[in-house]
């Protein structure tokens, strides 16, 4: 089945079109990335397999001249890899935010629409941008059935005291104020890909997935579900990231809103956009960028650095507390997959569990590792996340369903 995978953002387009096969076999036909949708110069950078990549730059006023390019870029006879839009059979959507409305993916219909368009409130970045994606996806194949993907489903295991605020009940009940997580695709994904791994029974394990990207999330995962997760109400909750700050004593927001004068949005921008790595070192939102300047002696990005693994540690920390143990810690996402220093710093502090990490294995990027030596009472591995092909199965599946 031809499945066509979309994550649609405020202003751009990630795309990839997926052959599947089965859950397990499949192509991966093209890939690409269409940016700055609304602004004077947008563009799309489309990767055929097998071909050059082609690159355009061109105004794209909205997320509907977007789709259309994608669609284009995948039909043109010479950079494309189908032969016309029949072709796809189904499109698959990413979305950020699906409350307590969703515990897995859906087909969309206008109920689904009605609730992910609840949800804009809870991410106003994100969900508006996923439902002009769905909305320019029925305008340009308006007979392919579309399904969608929630980063929360996966969450929505976790017991009542986990997930609630001790903020005054009506909150729950009036405004549906409390923690839903995000990141749950790559957690669920990267769980049961490192139970394969580790040849453990996912049904019988405590894993702690640590997704340590530009956002990150680490999640406690027994027997498969989740139980605990980072990130709240928001994906701001949590530990230390690209911009975000993660965890902050609440009373220091009004604070500083009261001393600087700010209205609650722009104290929403700060707290998003200019804090985390970047709001802490002046320097840089990208970890690369802060291992050079601290390699060079930057004394505040060596603190960010040593914020990023002293908060990655507490919160495993917890979770080894909340399962009363841990069998496996895999590492996912950009900073997870690619920055040994880090996990060298976190899986150091776990000698107390008996974890031994495997200094020479640690030094690996990018790929399936185990990172833990034979005889560590605690397995470590490096999984790289792959939301898209949850994504695309999902999709097949629900898909298949309605087929028959
Ligand atoms: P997003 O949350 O936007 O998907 P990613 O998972 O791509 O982000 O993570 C981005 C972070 O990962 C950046 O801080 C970047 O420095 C780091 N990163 C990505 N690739 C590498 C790499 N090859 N080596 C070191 N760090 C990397």
Known sequence: MIILVINCGSSSIKYQLLDMKSDEV????????????????????????????????????????????????????SHGVLKSFDDIEAVGHRIVQGADFFSG????????????????????????????????????????????????AFHQTMPDYAYMYALPYEYYTKYRVRRYGAHG???????????????????????????????SSVTAVL??????????????????????????DCNVIPYIMKKENLTPDQMTDIMNKK?????????????RDLDAAANAG???????????????????????AAMNGVDLIVF??????????????????????????DYEANMVTGKTTMLSTPDSAVKVALIPTDEELVIARDTMHIVSTIEE
């Open 223 to 248: 027997n498969g579900k989740c139980i605990d997760t980072s990130m709240g109400f928001t994906p701001l909750e949590g530990m230390i990231m690209g911009t975000r700050c993660g965890n902050v």
């Open 332 to 357: 996912t996402a950009g900073i997870g997959e690619n920055n040994s220093r880090m996990r060298r710093r976190v899986c150091e502090n776990f000698s107390y569990l008996g974890l031994k990490l």
């Open 298 to 320: 930057d004394p505040k990005a060596k603190l960010v650095l040593k914020k990023l693994s002293y908060d990655i540690i507490k919160l495993i920390g917890q979770y080894v």
């Open 275 to 287: 804090s985390g790595f970047l709001g802490l070192s002046g320097i840089s939102s990208d970890a």
């Open 26 to 77: 499949y192509d991966l036909l093209a890939k690409g990335l269409v940016e700055k949708i609304g602004l004077p110069e947008g563009g799309i950078t489309h990767r055929p397999t097998g071909k050059d990549k082609v690159e355009k730059t061109l105004p794209i006023p909205d997320h509907k001249v977007g789709m259309k390019l994608v669609l284009d870029a995948l039909v043109d006879p």
């Open 185 to 215: 695709t790559s957690h669920e994904y990267v769980s049961r890909k490192g139970a394969e791994f580790a040849g453990l029974d996912i049904n019988n394990s405590k894993i702690i997935t640590c997704h340590i990207g530009n956002g």
């Open 105 to 152: 993916s859906a087909l969309v219909n206008d109920d689904v629409l009605k609730k992910i368009e609840i949800c804009c409130d809870f991410a106003p970045l994100h969900n508006p941008a996923h439902l002009l994606g769905i909305h320019a996806v029925s305008e340009v194949l308006p007979d392919v059935p579309q399904v969608v993907t929630f980063d929360t």
